[in-house]
């Protein structure tokens, strides 16, 4: 494990320098990729907090088997200070209400504006940062729990609106960060499902298939219902928004999103006999979390013309993915796991 943790670190280190000198160089092909990476990373720790409050709400056997994977993303959770840094690097790129010319022309200035927004970067770090503390210390989560989902679901719903939403200051969605949330949720489950998934029992195995396929159903439901609001709607503005994310290869890419980070993972977890098949369960995991990337990618890179260049995205993937392997084997050669207490009336699913 030393050995793999010292080749984590470096693919990290490496992809960061390489990161930073690109920005430098070429702003317009780093930022975007970076912002649309960050963007489906943050999900992983934000939703395996919001599962393990839950867990210790409810109890049941799902989050006793997935406790280690969860904890794992909570582990992660550092790694948001480069993240937001090379946001906030950026972010006279990547936001054009941040301009002073742009001022003027929106309506909703008094909640897009700089000092504003790097006020919400300062709650949100501190925010997270404590409840990702309480998470891995593991005692007493029950007591914390329910504020502890309400702050969750206020600064991720927010946190979403300020990272991809405002990229165009003129669409609004009310939906818009309960769909972040509901697909961060279901990155982590689909996550710890990877880590755990291996030594479920097959009744075990059953369960997380039928939990995975409700999050899945959750998260489709959710997007789905804010697309078809726009199309009846037919609005310019909230148009305007979709136009360019279904043209061309984004239009192919959408359809993907719909049959890949949907249809499929649905055909192989509502099927009972599949649900019993550890390579299905774990291959409908897989592609939830490729795909959660996927359309992190397309919500925001077809928001610049000309087309951002794609070889940004690599190079963002090797920073978060070395960086949360290396954080992930440290926290694991520390110490065992912490349990967190049962709750009240025992396992139960």
């Known amino acids: 494990m030393n050995r793999a943790w010292h ?3 470096v693919v990290s280190a ?8 690109a920005a430098i160089r070429a702003p317009h092909a780093v930022f975007p990729a970076w912002l649309a990476v960050s963007a489906a990373w943050i999900g992983w720790p934000l939703g395996s907090m919001a599962l393990l409050f839950v867990h210790a709400l ?3 056997r799902w989050g006793e088997l997935l406790r280690p994977g969860l904890r794992a993303g909570v582990a992660t959770l550092p790694l948001g200070v480069p993240v937001l840094a090379g946001v906030l690097w950026g972010a006279g790129y990547l936001y054009p209400w941040l301009r002073p010319d742009a001022q003027a022309r929106i309506t909703n200035g008094f909640y897009l504006n700089g000092p504003f927004a790097l006020g919400r970067v300062a709650v949100y770090l501190l925010a997270w940062g404590g409840l990702g503390v309480l998470c891995l210390r593991g005692r007493d989560l029950e007591r914390v729990a329910p504020g502890g989902l309400i702050v969750l679901a206020l600064t991720s719903g927010f946190a979403a609106i300020d990272l991809t939403e405002s990229l165009d200051p003129h669409f ?4 818009y960060g309960l769909i972040a949330s509901a697909g961060a949720v279901l990155l982590a489950f689909a996550m710890a499902v990877l880590f755990e998934g291996m030594r479920a029992t097959t009744a075990e195995l059953r369960d997380l298939a039928r939990l995975l396929l409700g999050l899945t159903i959750l998260w489709a439901y959710l997007d789905f219902m804010q697309f078809l609001i726009v199309w009846q ?3 310019p503005v909230e148009a305007a928004w979709y136009a360019p994310r279904l043209r061309g290869g984004w239009g192919a890419v959408a359809l993907a999103i719909a049959g890949l980070h949907f249809l ?3 055909v192989l977890l509502v099927l009972p006999p599949l649900q019993a098949r550890r390579r299905v369960v774990l291959l409908a995991a897989g592609l939830l979390v490729g795909m959660e990337t996927v359309r992190n990618l397309w ?3 077809p928001a610049w013309t000309p087309p951002v260049p794609l070889w940004g995205v690599p190079v963002s993937l090797a920073f978060l993915g070395g960086g949360s392997a290396a954080l992930v084997l440290w926290r694991m050669g520390r110490e065992p796991a912490v349990a967190c207490p049962m709750p009240p009336g025992g396992p139960h699913v």
Do not use: E
């Open 14 to 21: 490496v992809a960061l320098v390489a990161a930073v000198a």
């Open 58 to 60: 409810s109890g049941g």
């Open 233 to 235: 709607s037919n609005l």
């Open 7 to 9: 080749g984590a670190l």
């Open 264 to 266: 499929l993972p649905f």
């Open 172 to 175: 609004s969605s009310s939906a």
């Open 299 to 301: 919500l925001v890179l």
